[in-house]
């Protein structure tokens, strides 16, 4: 339920699941999320919400078994850190990311990518960050990504760039009475340094988080208007120190219900 540059939340869906009409080298993944609240990592970007949209796009091409990838990701909030917070703007951030990925043999998938993400309400400074992982496509579908901060802060601190782990898993279980698929993620996201600073320091643990997606296709075959699905799910999060504290309200919970539409072509 991660996308495939693993912009989103672990509720937000691979964009595309499933194969497509397309059989060529280039296709292209779209989506559009309506989630309860914007959750980032565990740090939880929005106290008051209201309406939250977040459009995604995602173009992939094929060099043999090798795939660069092109994304772009939007948050678009109405609460109190969009058009009803102090900057009055729906537009909360935005993400670009390039990505290249490689086979690594045993059925495992190396992918290197490069994201900008603009600051909150275009408030503070765009920050940069470089991301490895390392995905397998045995059956629990386990992954492990490490990222690292170039340029800004996730956790709004700027006293050294931070780095961050994320182990996880993401497996895949077919329902064969609607034709749909059920994933069960779990995963957990540390700091290696300076990623989850508080009041009295970095924290070393960030969030625990398992969830629930389900997508059902609305057309079969694809054909000449690409693969469409309607997905929903809920996250259900354990947070660490700084996320509860600086980001949760001192809430050590936090539960996040998503529906969205996709299309693959």
Do not use: C
């Amino acid at each position: 339920m991660v996308a495939v540059v693993s912009l989103g939340s672990a509720a937000t869906p691979a964009l595309a699941q499933g194969g497509g009409a397309n059989s060529g080298a280039i296709t292209w993944s779209a989506n559009v999320d309506v989630p309860s609240v914007y959750v980032f990592r565990g740090m939880v970007q929005e106290r008051d919400p209201a309406a939250t949209v977040q459009p995604s796009g995602d173009l992939q091409i094929a060099f043999g078994k090798m795939m660069a990838t092109l994304s772009t990701w939007h948050s678009l909030q109405s609460g109190s850190s969009g058009s009803k917070g102090p900057t009055g703007r729906l537009h909360y951030e935005e993400r670009l990311a390039a990505g290249f990925s490689v086979p690594t043999g045993a059925g495992t998938t190396l992918t290197t990518t490069y994201t900008a993400y603009t600051a909150p309400g275009n408030l503070f400074e765009t920050r940069h960050e470089v991301g490895l992982r390392l995905a397998s496509r045995q059956m629990l579908k386990p992954y492990g990504l490490v990222a690292v901060e170039l340029k800004g802060a996730a956790d709004g601190i700027a006293d050294g760039h931070g780095s961050y782990l994320e182990l996880g898993v993401g497996p895949a279980l077919p329902l064969s009475f609607m034709r749909g698929t059920l994933t069960v993620p779990a995963r957990v996201g540390v700091s290696l340094k300076n990623y989850y600073q508080g009041f009295d320091g970095d924290h070393r643990f960030g969030f625990f988080d398992v969830g629930g997606l389900l997508t059902v296709p609305l057309n079969r075959s694809g054909g000449a208007y690409g693969r469409w699905n309607l997905h929903g799910g809920v996250d259900v999060y354990l947070l660490g120190d700084t996320p509860k504290v600086v980001f949760n309200n001192g809430s050590k919970t936090k539960i996040v219900g998503l529906v969205g539409l996709g299309l693959r072509y």
